[in-house]
């Protein structure tokens, strides 16, 4: 039985293509065995993934240990979750589901930016993998950012880590703060194809696309939404080929409230509307984003655009680590005054050129974890549950 940990289910955009991309590999490659995801929100996440595997399951039992800590401190979460994987007494509300993670074959924590200092409890799912691991699964953290991480919770993550087999993180900053260079190969969604990504019939439609966020802010949504809007004012795109998307329900529609009567005919693409048919995004657009994983996407496509970290040591590590891997996005700080036009035409390429080299290092990764890539024919369909197999 194969365990995934993730944040799946709040909804965030990110964290569901993540999951969605784990999902539609493990469907491909071993769609007889049985996937248990534990995240934090499992009913969400049960009826957006019910038809990624045939034989998902999702549960929050890790979260729940987590959260049912006596305190916010990471050694004592840390120390509470062994304890009750050890003795189910400590946690008996939970106890089908501590039998089924004990069950579990491999235990894999996927891709994201939420074990760190900002959610100190989270600490949990990696001592949750170091149990597994000590008694014989193969246990996996792939694409993980671990920023910010203060000196005190750093020695626990990094003794948590060390029977892992395979540890890959998303950025140079996580992989120092680990003290594992070589892990480095990126975010998750790399393993995703372009085209499962992407809605090019309306991203031809559209010029500039915004997402602004109003969660996990270190700046006034009022100066994010100001200097939003004077990046829109330079670019001189109409208001009627200009979208705002969202990633999380309703926290990032507060910009386009803000923004709809000042720019009549300003569209609004929600967050489902993302993941059924992909980010509008194209090479000839501009981009003005706070958010990860938009960025991410429009810079593959080729397009240009402006990133604003919302809280230092945490947005803005993740951004600069696709600036590294060669996105030409400008970072502008949110006290920065200036308006930054890209101008016209594609950006660079720069990252378009080291894409294989990053997807072929996921791909090794995935590999690792799960096999080969399954071949198929061009017309075949999506695997379904072998014969006697449900």
């Known amino acids: 039985m194969h365990y995934l940990i993730s944040t799946a289910g709040n909804p965030n955009v990110g964290d569901e293509l993540i999951t969605r991309t784990w999902l539609r590999l493990l469907a491909d490659r071993d769609p007889g065995e049985e996937v248990w995801l534990d995240c934090p929100n499992p009913a969400g996440a049960q009826a957006l993934f ?12 890790l979260f729940r240990l ?13 120390s509470f979750v062994l304890m009750a994987l050890d003795d189910h007494g400590h946690a008996p509300r939970w106890v089908p589901g501590l039998r089924a993670f004990a069950r579990a074959s491999t235990v894999h924590l996927l891709g994201g930016g939420y074990v760190n200092d900002i959610w100190p409890r989270h600490v949990g799912l990696l001592a949750a993998l170091d149990w597994a691991a000590r008694r014989g699964a193969s246990t996996a953290v792939t694409g993980q950012g671990f920023a910010p991480l203060d000196r005190d919770q750093g020695p626990l993550v990094r003794h948590l880590l060390e029977r892992v ?15 594992r260079p070589e892990s480095l190969t990126g975010d998750d969604l790399w393993l995703a194809d372009l085209g499962d990504l992407v809605d090019h019939e309306r991203a031809q439609d559209l010029d500039a696309l915004v997402c602004v966020q109003g969660d996990l802010l270190d700046v ?12 829109l004012r330079r ?13 999380i329900p309703r926290v990032d529609r507060q910009v386009f409230d803000g923004l709809d009567r000042l720019l009549p005919g300003l569209q609004f693409i929600p967050w489902m509307e993302i993941l059924e048919r992909g980010f509008p995004a194209a090479g000839h657009q501009r ?3 706070s958010r990860f994983h938009p960025h991410l996407v429009a810079a593959r496509t080729g ?31 949110t006290e920065d005054t200036d308006v930054w036009d890209p101008g016209d035409g594609r950006s660079s390429g720069q990252l378009a050129r080291n894409e294989q080299r990053i997807r072929a290092r996921k791909e090794a990764v995935a590999t690792t974890l799960y096999g080969a890539r399954a071949v198929r024919g061009p017309g075949d369909a999506r695997p379904t549950v072998p014969a006697g197999a449900a």
């Open 303 to 333: 397009a240009r655009g402006v990133a604003v970290p919302v809280r230092s040591g945490y947005y803005d590590v993740k951004h600069q680590s696709l600036v590294e891997a060669g996105s030409s996005w400008r970072i502008l700080s």
């Open 235 to 247: 670019w001189g795109v109409p208001a009627e080929r200009t979208a705002v998307i969202e990633c």
């Open 165 to 179: 087999d395979v540890v890959d993180v998303r950025d140079a900053v996580s992989a120092r703060l680990i003290g």
């Open 66 to 78: 987590c959260w049912e800590a006596p305190s916010d401190v990471s050694w004592n979460v840390a």
């Open 287 to 289: 981009w003005f984003s």
């Open 220 to 231: 006034s949504g009022e100066r994010l939404m100001a200097q939003c809007l004077e990046h």
């Open 50 to 61: 019910a038809d990624e595997h045939p034989r998902l399951r999702c549960v929050d039992t």
